[in-house]
């Protein structure tokens, strides 16, 4: 990535993810009226670590473009390069089949989350085939140490071999077109819900809004399918790709970050942050100087 400047925009996005990725996901986590399916947790929680790989280089370096790091640090920031597309990928893939189940079948069987076993393959699969990819292009770095290198003004670590990076962009472009259908479908079941009668609706309003969320994101993510084909037939696609490919994180924050539980959320916290900064109002100093008894007609004779 040539040139400081995209240099800074690329690092400055993929923070910008981690950052607003994490803040959702604890507002969630810690706040009592917002409300998420399992499988959106760990949809946040694979982009968090999605930026943060891109971001390893200059959390060990700084703002020193040049820094190059040990062979240690240059393989595993690699390998997490190349695998993460899987992990955010596949967590993309299991909230949308999930927000497509609750959708179509609506009140006619019971919510995905009834089936315990179904939700935990869809949180588990996801982290298991990037750790299995983690693994593979760590062995294969470690094996072939020459290959690993940073290129000047590149926030990231490369392995100089065509293998890892169609490996990846392949998995990419399976996983994005398995979204095809499911989109498709959702979208269909969308239309019947929104343009249907508030008796005849299987799905609550906010309930709704999430989903349609997820879908415009979804979409979004075809972004992804089409960096992938860029990865297959050019070894080199450019800085831009990169920039645009940062740029997924930061929607999705936008995306999920600007809703109406969320924001409420945020107002609640900051009305009760300000209340504890504010003086507390002196109270009256009680009177504690003693009452004298009363006076009581002496009856003795």
Not at 105 to 117: A, C, D, I, Q, R
Not at 183 to 206: D, F, I, T
Not at 265 to 278: E, G
Request: hydrophobic letters at 45%; aromatic letters at 12%.
């Amino acid at each position: 990535m040539a040139g400081d400047t995209l240099y800074r925009i690329f690092i400055g996005l993929q923070i910008s993810g981690a950052l607003g990725m994490a803040l959702i996901l604890s507002t969630a986590f810690f706040s009592s009226i917002v409300k998420r399916c399992s499988t959106w947790y760990t949809f946040c929680g694979s982009w968090i670590i999605s930026c943060i790989s891109y971001c390893l280089l200059f959390f060990a370096g700084g703002r020193d473009q040049t820094y190059m790091p040990g062979s240690k640090l240059c393989i595993t920031q690699a390998a997490f390069m190349y695998s993460v597309p899987s992990l955010t990928a596949l967590s993309t893939l299991a909230l949308l089949i999930h927000s497509w189940y609750n959708v179509h079948f609506g009140l006619s069987l019971p919510p995905l989350e009834t089936h315990h076993k179904a939700v935990i393959i869809f949180l588990i699969a996801p982290f298991s085939v990037w750790f299995l990819f983690f693994l593979a292009f760590l062995s294969f770095g470690f094996s072939n140490p020459s290959r690993v290198q940073r290129l000047d003004h590149v926030p990231y670590c490369t392995i100089n071999s065509v293998l890892p990076a169609k490996i990846s962009s392949l998995f990419v472009i399976v996983i994005a077109c398995s979204m095809l259908p499911v989109q498709a479908s959702l979208g269909l079941s969308l239309c019947r819900n929104l343009y249907s009668n508030e008796s005849n609706r299987r799905l609550s309003v906010p309930t709704l809004k999430v989903v349609i969320r997820v879908m415009i994101f979804s979409v979004i993510t075809l972004v992804a399918f089409c960096d992938g084909v860029i990865h297959i037939f050019d070894k080199n696609p450019g800085e831009y790709v990169d920039i645009i490919m940062a740029w997924l994180p930061v929607s999705g924050v936008l995306i999920f970050g600007i809703q109406r539980d969320i924001l409420q959320t945020w107002t609640m916290w900051a009305r009760r942050l300000l209340n504890t900064r504010q003086p507390r109002e002196q109270k009256k100093p009680m009177d504690t100087s003693p009452t004298l008894p009363g006076l009581t007609p002496d009856n003795s004779p």
